[in-house]
Every structure is written in C-alpha cells, then in structure tokens.
C-alpha cells in the first residue's frame, strides 16, 4: 500500500523565496488531505493536486504560518474556474470558521460553509477520510493546538503540529513509522520543541523528521543537536 508525506512548505513565521509556511500533502492511491495551509502551501499543492480534488484540510492551529492560505483558498474553491461537487472537509480547532469569517468579512457574508465543511477537533478527535484514519492529540501551545496520527492500514505518520514537550507529543510519536516534529527553538521553551526534545519524543517511533527550524537554529545546528534529517519543500517521503 502506498501512503507519502509531500512537503509544501517548513519556514516559520514567514514565508521566504521558494520557501513556503508550514504544509503537507498526506496521499494514498485513493486519497489526499492537505495538513495545514501556511502561506505559500497553496501553490506548492497545485503541483500535486488542486483544492477541489482534495478529500479533507486538516489544521493544527489558527496561527498565521499554518492556516492563512485557507483565505485563498475559499475564493478558489467558490469564485474561479476548480469545479468543487461539494464543501470541502476541513477539520481544524474550536473558532476556526469564525476567524475565517471574520477575515471573509470585508467583501461581504461569506460564510466558511460555503466553501468548507467545518468539523471542530478535540482531544481524541477521530474522523475517517477515505483510506486514511486521522487521530488528533491535544497539544501544548498556549491556544488550541492539534497533533495527528494518520493511519493508512498498518503504516502511521505522526505529525507535532506547534507544540512545546508534552506528554501527547509522546504518545502521537509511539509506534509511528514516521514521526514529522518541530523543532522551532534553540532553548527550551513551553510552546515549542528543541531539536532535543522532538528527539526525545521520537524514541517510540521508526524515523524522525524535523520541520519548523525556526530563526534561531541553522538547519545543520538542528539536525546535529536532533541526529536526524530535516524536511525541505517539495520533497516527499514514503510512510513505512
């Protein structure tokens, strides 16, 4: 069976020159969901698929760097030449369709059902899309915060979302095949992991992959405090 990580983007808290935000591309032979949509996420999925071909968006967190090409994304789905049969799922945290909303507002009611069915997670959210079953984890990031297990038959990818140590990101690591962390900072830090503490996390989990390197970090610092490799934009990895 084949299931893949596709990365859209890693940098944080902007965007930079074929550099986009955080996002990723969850795709078995029958079924892709984009993870998170930070800017520039959405024209770097183009080259894999188009929104309304999409089976579901899943977002970890209302923050900027991970959910601001949903904006753009409305407007493709519902004013431009895609052909969407129906709204697109979109399973993200309490009060993402009200912020979007708000953001929509200025051109008029847009109404984010429009364009998305919305489905609110909480700890232990479970949602079965396709071939893929998405399991999201509580995590700690100061405002709702999600972490996903993604299971396509007996292979697992787990994906931190933003998070600093915490019990959950443990047990979204536990047993994956591939465990996708961030690692944003060069101390320690509440509501985000060091290249140490997405190592520590990955112990249960087959291969670790670091993202999110923020500002304060080289990519070759990260990876040498983490002993694994970092993900770069449009690379994708198999799972399993």
């Known amino acids: 069976m084949t299931f893949t990580l596709t990365v859209l983007g890693t940098a944080t808290p902007y965007p930079?020159?074929?550099h986009a935000c955080s996002g990723y591309l969850l795709r078995t032979a029958t079924t892709s969901v984009w993870?998170?949509?930070?800017?520039?996420t959405l024209a770097n999925l183009q080259r894999h698929a188009t929104p309304d071909r999409l089976d579901a968006v899943w977002i970890s967190h209302t923050h900027a760097d991970h959910a601001a090409d949903l904006l753009p994304a409305y407007y493709a789905l519902l004013h431009a030449d895609l052909r969407p049969t129906r709204p697109l799922p979109l399973y993200g945290p309490p009060g993402l369709a009200a912020r979007l909303e708000h953001f929509l507002a200025s051109t008029g009611p847009n109404p984010a059902h429009a364009?998305?069915?919305v489905h609110e997670l909480h700890d232990g959210h479970r949602a079965e899309v396709g071939d893929l079953v998405l399991t999201s984890r509580a995590v700690e990031h100061g405002l709702p915060a999600f972490g996903l297990r993604a299971t396509h038959g007996d292979r697992t990818?787990?994906?931190s979302g933003d998070t600093g140590p915490c019990r959950a990101l443990h047990d979204l690591a536990a047993g994956?095949?591939?465990f996708l962390c961030e690692a944003d900072g060069a101390e320690p830090r509440p509501d985000h992991c060091t290249p140490e503490d997405a190592a520590d996390a990955a112990r249960g989990a087959g291969r670790l992959l670091l993202t999110h390197i923020g500002h304060?970090?080289?990519e070759h610092q990260a990876v040498d405090r983490a002993g694994a490799p970092a993900a770069h934009d449009h690379e994708t990895h198999p799972v399993g």
């Not at 993870?35 to 520039?40: E, H, I, K, L, Q």
Request: aromatic share 10%.
């Open 35 to 40: 993870v998170d949509a930070g800017p520039g």
């Open 16 to 18: 930079r020159p074929d």
């Open 176 to 178: 994956a095949d591939l």
């Open 115 to 117: 364009a998305f069915e």
């Open 157 to 159: 990818l787990a994906y």
């Open 216 to 218: 304060t970090l080289t």
